[in-house]
């Protein structure tokens, strides 16, 4: 016999709330929030992963806590906001061989990136369910009212700018996978960034009043542009030779020459990167690079926003990149 509800609540998830005072130890129906600082807002997102669909079933607990937390994370930083604590919702199969260790490793996760992050579990349940492992996490974080980064404020004349490298973690489900075959180090550092990405906390925040507009890219990157660009009413041009690849990524483009198409596609249109994209005047191009650099975070131009409609990817010879009109990312 198993523990029960509130034995693995005061076990497993109520250490998690020490630090949050509002969320009284988890020992009440709901928290309270703090008063947000003077001219700030709550910030709220949340994300659902599912076994199966989100992260595969056999992956390790730690892990799919850590990265169910940095989706949050990210969506926060997207909006500019300070992370601030969260709320977590898990259904966990009756037939679980050992809940007890899968929640003890998933407990462990949580810690490991409540202290990276600064924040606090303020409340959650947990339920049995028929089906895969479910979890849902509600993230809250605060940012200067008004100061909120929308996806709604690009501008003709801006440029374009992405964090950190793009498709990584695109090749990293195709290595996880067995799509695709790279070196074995090359296969370790891509399924890592897979498997946990680095939500922007820092950066997001940093961008405050210095984006016009900006998102994270979750869905890839081609497809989460064209929502800047439908929601600002304008047009996104990306320079495919300006997006920024990390080693691994580069050598899998280069390494096969019928394949360097389908590579390259696959990395401006996979997902999971969890950069921000955001656009910003080009009078700002030295406070956007002095902010990244105090964030500890490379940025890039990869374009600029111009007149008209949707997304057009350049190559090197000037002409769109074809092929990618059915970019984004599909569950696997
Ligand atoms: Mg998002």
């Given at each position: 016999m198993?523990l029960?509800?509130?034995?693995r609540?005061?076990r497993?998830f109520?250490?998690?709330s020490?630090?949050?005072?509002g969320?009284?130890?988890?020992t009440?129906d709901?928290a309270?929030?703090?008063e947000?600082?003077?001219?700030?807002?709550w910030?709220?997102?949340?994300d659902?992963?599912v076994?199966g669909v989100h992260?595969?079933?056999d992956?390790?607990p730690?892990?799919?806590?850590?990265?169910?937390l940095?989706?949050?994370l990210?969506?926060?930083?997207?909006?500019?906001a300070?992370?601030?604590g969260?709320?977590?919702a898990l259904?966990?199969?009756?037939?679980l061989?050992?809940?007890?260790s899968?929640?003890e490793?998933?407990a462990?996760?949580?810690?490991?990136?409540q202290?990276?992050?600064?924040i606090h579990?303020?409340?959650?349940d947990?339920?049995?369910?028929?089906?895969?492992?479910t979890?849902?996490i509600?993230a809250?974080?605060?940012?200067a009212r008004g100061?909120?980064l929308?996806r709604?404020g690009?501008s003709?004349?801006?440029?374009l700018?992405?964090s950190?490298t793009i498709g990584?973690?695109a090749?990293?489900l195709?290595?996880?996978?067995?799509?695709l075959?790279v070196s074995a180090?090359?296969?370790?550092?891509l399924a890592?960034?897979y498997r946990l990405?680095e939500?922007?906390?820092a950066?997001g925040p940093?961008?405050v009043?210095?984006?016009?507009?900006?998102?994270?890219?979750?869905?890839?990157?081609?497809q989460?542009a064209?929502?800047?660009a439908?929601?600002s009413?304008v047009?996104?041009?990306i320079?495919?030779a300006?997006?920024?690849?990390?080693?691994a990524?580069?050598?899998?483009?280069?390494?096969?020459?019928?394949?360097?198409?389908?590579?390259?596609s696959g990395v401006?249109?996979?997902?999971?990167d969890?950069?921000?994209?955001?656009?910003?005047?080009?009078?700002s191009?030295?406070?956007?690079?002095?902010?990244?650099?105090?964030?500890?975070v490379?940025?890039?131009r990869?374009?600029?926003?111009?007149?008209?409609r949707g997304v057009?990817?350049m190559?090197?010879?000037?002409?769109?990149?074809q092929?990618l009109?059915r970019?984004?990312?599909n569950?696997?």
């Amino acid at each position: 016999m198993g523990l029960g509800e509130f034995e693995r609540i005061d076990r497993f998830f109520a250490p998690l709330s020490q630090g949050a005072g509002g969320a009284f130890g988890l020992t009440d129906d709901a928290a309270l929030l703090p008063e947000a600082a003077d001219g700030s807002a709550w910030v709220v997102t949340v994300d659902a992963l599912v076994a199966g669909v989100h992260f595969l079933p056999d992956d390790p607990p730690d892990l799919v806590a850590r990265k169910a937390l940095r989706v949050n994370l990210s969506d926060l930083a997207a909006m500019g906001a300070v992370p601030y604590g969260y709320t977590l919702a898990l259904a966990l199969p009756k037939g679980l061989p050992d809940p007890e260790s899968w929640l003890e490793g998933f407990a462990r996760g949580l810690r490991a990136d409540q202290d990276r992050y600064g924040i606090h579990l303020l409340g959650g349940d947990s339920v049995s369910t028929p089906g895969p492992v479910t979890l849902s996490i509600t993230a809250f974080g605060s940012v200067a009212r008004g100061g909120e980064l929308r996806r709604s404020g690009a501008s003709v004349g801006d440029d374009l700018w992405v964090s950190g490298t793009i498709g990584d973690a695109a090749l990293g489900l195709g290595v996880l996978q067995g799509t695709l075959r790279v070196s074995a180090a090359d296969a370790e550092i891509l399924a890592d960034r897979y498997r946990l990405p680095e939500p922007r906390v820092a950066l997001g925040p940093a961008l405050v009043g210095l984006a016009t507009a900006g998102l994270d890219v979750s869905d890839g990157l081609v497809q989460d542009a064209g929502h800047i660009a439908e929601r600002s009413g304008v047009a996104l041009r990306i320079e495919a030779a300006a997006v920024p690849l990390s080693p691994a990524v580069r050598r899998c483009i280069d390494s096969s020459d019928p394949l360097r198409h389908d590579a390259l596609s696959g990395v401006l249109t996979g997902g999971d990167d969890y950069e921000l994209l955001f656009a910003a005047p080009p009078a700002s191009r030295d406070r956007v690079s002095e902010a990244a650099a105090a964030a500890g975070v490379q940025v890039t131009r990869i374009g600029r926003v111009e007149d008209g409609r949707g997304v057009r990817v350049m190559a090197e010879d000037g002409r769109p990149l074809q092929g990618l009109e059915r970019g984004g990312w599909n569950h696997f």
